[in-house]
């Protein structure tokens, strides 16, 4: 357990001055003994690649070690929350825009500003607009360490069975009113048992063995895996400014008709009805050959072009909308520095080690992630390609004016996430119209910040 006196001393510390303080933050190996950070991740395909930066890291700052953790999405946030709470929390973590805020509003993120200015952090190395992501009122509070954006990933047989050619899904259109190029490709990859798809008028919706489309419903209030990119090539935006809005817009009539195609794509019987939808994750029923395509991120590469993979899959860039434009939400992880570590300036260490492109080479080598630093994702495409994987899809949205857009980062956001959650799906089960669940969603989410 960690001295609770030796938390505040340090605490009290860092609020005085960065250096100057003895104690737990001397230097290692001149008299402070060995420090062990503790580090946290949740993704088990990256372990490997932080594991080398930890060992090469180690090799060159003797006397600190790095203890890695991994542990499964939801167990994570749930433990580092209870461990936060209890004051006994990891040096560092990995951190997730969705989850930040609350760190930052209770203050237990650790401001690293003053040391990036200290050791003159060149931020412009990586990708544009990954470093404001995690900057509030002159603060930060990490350094980015990926990003990922979204595609279109499709089973290459069901294409070719439906007669279906690749190149088709290159150019797709997508539009609220009849769904575009990109609904008569779901139409036409929508079998039922007899063999008869979506476009045959004898096509039996109650009876299908292979839907067109599969939707991602449990996807909070971003809709990052889907409903968030069509709403955003619709001319949708979340909030007032973002980051750090306080006035969203669930309640637009952009999002509300984007919605409202999702439901008619089910009740057209192109994709499973919310209450017949398997229980299995997305990657599961896909890897099943039950459904054609989906939209997934690009951290689910190793999950559809690896080795594990059981179908044949490959990707395609998203619809282009009616703004005229693709859009994909662009996501990126960083790390945070627990403000009671008693470790601050060995974890300021660890923080800019992972955040510079010693560590994110090696990471881009794994071609698990795209590095946030621009020269480290060229060498993650460079080695997908040598595994004989095509993933530029991924990254075109970036070298594209406009293809991109941020995720909202406001306070309140698990609560958010739950209130739109819950009311996607009412939508979904037919329970309530699109237009009056998303008006009254948007009503509960602004009374958040009143």
């Not at 809005?245 to 192109?270: H, M, N, R, S």
Request: net charge negative; proline share 4%; charged share 20%.
């Amino acid at each position: 357990m960690i001295d609770r006196k030796r938390v505040g001393a340090a605490l009290l510390c860092g609020l005085l001055a960065l250096t100057g303080c003895g104690g737990a933050d001397e230097e290692p190996g001149s008299g402070g003994g060995q420090v062990t950070l503790d580090y946290w991740l949740w993704d088990d395909n990256q372990q490997a690649s932080y594991q080398a930066c930890a060992d090469a890291f180690a090799a060159a700052n003797p006397g600190i070690t790095v203890k890695i953790t991994q542990t499964a999405w939801a167990q994570y946030w749930q433990n580092l929350t209870t461990q936060l709470a209890a004051g006994d929390a990891p040096d560092v973590w990995t951190n997730q825009v969705s989850y930040y805020p609350q760190f930052v509003t209770s203050r237990q993120i650790l401001d690293i500003q003053p040391y990036v200015e200290a050791d003159k952090v060149d931020l412009s190395q990586y990708q544009d607009g990954l470093a404001d992501l995690w900057t509030k009122d002159g603060k930060r509070y990490g350094l980015p360490k990926d990003w990922d954006t979204e595609a279109v990933v499709y089973n290459s047989d069901l294409l070719a069975k439906a007669g279906v050619d690749p190149a088709d899904l290159a150019d797709m259109t997508w539009n609220p009113q009849d769904g575009g190029t990109f609904e008569q490709v779901i139409a036409k990859l929508t079998v039922d048992s007899k063999g008869r798809n979506g476009l045959d008028p004898a096509f039996d919706k109650d009876d299908v063995a292979v839907y067109g489309y599969l939707p991602e419903w449990n996807d909070g209030s971003q809709g990052q895996n889907g409903w968030g990119e069509l709403a955003a090539a619709n001319g949708f935006v979340y909030l007032d400014k973002n980051p750090w809005g306080t006035q969203y817009k669930y309640d637009d009539p952009k999002l509300v008709e984007t919605i409202a195609w999702y439901k008619a794509l089910t009740d057209k019987g192109f994709a499973p009805k919310f209450d017949k939808q398997s229980t299995l994750g997305i990657d599961a029923v896909m890897n099943s050959g039950k459904a054609a395509l989906t939209i997934a991120g690009s951290w689910t590469i190793n999950t559809y072009l690896g080795e594990g993979a059981q179908q044949k899959f490959a990707l395609a860039p998203l619809p282009v909308g009616p703004s005229g434009t693709r859009k994909s939400a662009i996501n990126g992880l960083s790390d945070a520095i627990w403000a009671g570590t008693e470790h601050k300036d060995a974890a300021w260490k660890w923080v800019k080690y992972l955040g510079s492109a010693d560590c994110q080479n090696m990471v881009g080598d794994n071609a698990v992630v795209f590095p946030a630093i621009k020269s480290a994702t060229e060498r993650a495409l460079a080695a997908h390609k040598a595994k004989g994987r095509d993933v530029q899809v991924y990254v075109d949205y970036t070298t594209t004016p406009g293809g991109t857009f941020l995720l909202p980062i406001t306070d309140h956001g698990t609560e958010i996430s739950q209130i739109v959650q819950d009311a996607l799906q009412a939508v979904i089960l037919g329970q309530i119209s699109p237009a009056d669940a998303l008006t009254k969603a948007n009503q509960q989410v602004n009374a958040l910040f009143v």
